[in-house]
């Protein structure tokens, strides 16, 4: 059986070893939010390469209504334009995939280090439990 002192120096341990992996969850959670952040920012220049992309289009669609001689080859420069459109619009469904990852990389590192708090906690208040009892039990010899 043990004192009461022991187990208040388990409980204290336990607490160590708590403390440590809040830290690594906390630090765990911070790289998730960073690369959350990075996956949205990829997003909005996806976003953005389409909106000038279509921008261009709008111009070269202007061009071929409006000049008459060069009409040809502006047809030919916004079919090859058009051509690009389906590969930014994959790399955009490329990085919202890669963003919606990270959202859910990051709900879970949340989740983890709240769940170690939660934990952390119970063990700091056992450890005091166990403190208060070993003052009691020596106070009593």
């Not at 341990?13 to 960073?34: F, N």
């Not at 409006?66 to 930014?88: E, I, K």
């Not at 170690?116 to 119970?122: L, S």
């Not at 208040?125 to 106070?139: E, K, L, S, V």
């Amino acid at each position: 059986m043990r004192s009461a002192a022991q187990e208040a120096d388990l409980w204290r341990l336990l607490a160590r070893v708590r403390g440590l992996r809040v830290r690594r969850r906390l630090r765990a959670l911070a790289d998730a939010r960073r690369h959350e952040r990075r996956a949205a920012d990829e997003v909005a220049q996806r976003v953005a390469a389409l909106e000038h992309h279509a921008d261009a289009r709008q111009r070269m669609l202007a061009f071929c209504r409006h000049d008459r001689r060069g009409g040809g080859q502006w047809h030919a420069t916004l079919r090859a334009h058009d051509a690009s459109t389906p590969v930014l619009q994959r790399h955009l469904a490329d990085a919202q995939h890669a963003h919606a990852a990270a959202r859910d990389e990051t709900s879970e590192a949340l989740r983890a280090w709240q769940v170690e708090r939660v934990r952390h906690d119970d063990v700091q208040q056992r450890w005091r439990t166990a403190i208060a009892r070993a003052a009691c039990d020596g106070t009593q010899d």
